[in-house]
Nanobody
Framework: QVQLVESGGGMVQAGGSLTISCAASGGSFSNTAMAWFRQDPREYRLFVAAINSNGGNIDYADSVKGRFTISRDNAKDTIYLRMNNLKPDDTAVYYC???????????????????WGRGTQVTVSS
């Protein structure tokens, strides 16, 4: 069974950095668009960043642009989210997601991603 497994979450002080990862197991996602979302205390799943299959097309939410970097290593079936200059408002559970239907655009909508990991907690203290 194909699974996505996030790792690397933790607690960091404001202004610090953290890198979280998402590894695919049981299958390859090298031809799949991937994304990071985060779930806030109101339980809305918010778009953070997305990357297409070859890394040539990337999109960021305005709130993280210039601070976060999404990347992927298809040889390892892994995507990463490097988070710099973290703020308390970045505190959330971060989820990675795969869009396996082959949409021809990078989506910011959670409903268009059909495979999800279980999430990793990122806590930023002030």
């Amino acid at each position: 069974q194909v699974q996505l497994v996030e790792s690397g979450g933790g607690m960091v002080q404001a202004g610090g950095s953290l890198t979280i990862s998402c590894a695919a197991s049981g299958g390859s996602f090298s031809n799949t668009a991937m994304a990071w979302f985060r779930q806030d205390p109101r339980e809305y799943r918010l778009f953070v960043a997305a990357i297409n299959s070859n890394g040539g097309n990337i999109d960021y939410a305005d709130s993280v642009k210039g601070r976060f970097t999404i990347s992927r290593d298809n040889a390892k079936d892994t995507i990463y989210l490097r988070m710099n200059n973290l703020k308390p408002d970045d505190t959330a559970v971060y989820y990675c997601a795969a869009e396996t239907r082959g949409l021809r655009y990078l989506s910011r909508l959670a409903v268009e991603y059909d495979l999800w990991g279980r999430g990793t907690q990122v806590t930023v203290s002030s």
